[in-house]
């Protein structure tokens, strides 16, 4: 609903049809009336759909409905991110260790929500051997299949051939839970932490006291 709606004594027309504040239908009654029975309830007439003949209107508290949409806007603009195309080139004869290196990229990518542009790049003959690529797309797709999938199928593009992986996460949702296993880390080495100090106050013999500097000393006439 628009927050620009006709309210109280803007609404002109003679009669409306009026729904109450949890949703009930009152029925159609003049709008006089409807101010009144707005007024009794300690609330406001507010048309909801001026196109309907009569009007329809509601019984609400329209300060507390304009402040609920206002929130559920900023949280909507917030939510909201600008998709992020990230850019990985291969070679149609990459070795093994090349090609676990850009797909730990790729997966990086498509854990942060982003979408991935594959690109084969081909030189010389090699542009004769297209299948050379696409094999080697579809093999990077199948090994990220459980994160991302195909948005745009391998195509020939000049020398180059190009293939589009899209995440299956929202980029909103992988951000919070990339903050939630970095949240995670961090409390596994607090734990790691507080247990190795345990540990070396378990092996410290019993009655042996920390040794004190001097400087700790109270009385500069004892030792240390």
Known sequence: MSTELRINDRIRVPEVRLVGPNGETVGIVPTDQALKLAQEADLDLVEIAPQGKPPVCKLMDYGKFKYENAQKAREARRNQTNVIIKEMKLRPKIDQHDYETKKGHVVRFLKAGDKVKITIMFRGREQHRPELGF??????????????????????????????????????????????????????????????????????????????????????????
């Open 135 to 224: 094999r080697l797309l579809q093999k990077l797709a199948e090994d990220v299949t459980e994160l991302g999938f195909v948005e745009s199928a391998p195509k020939q593009d000049g020398r180059n051939m190009i293939m589009v992986l899209g995440p299956h996460r929202k980029k909103a949702d992988a951000k919070v839970e990339l903050q939630a296993e970095k949240q995670s880390r961090a409390a596994e080495r607090a734990a790691e932490e507080a247990e190795e100090r345990a540990h070396k106050d378990t092996q410290r013999p019993v009655g042996q006291k920390k040794e004190r500097g001097r400087s700790e000393n109270l009385d500069p006439e004892i030792e240390a």
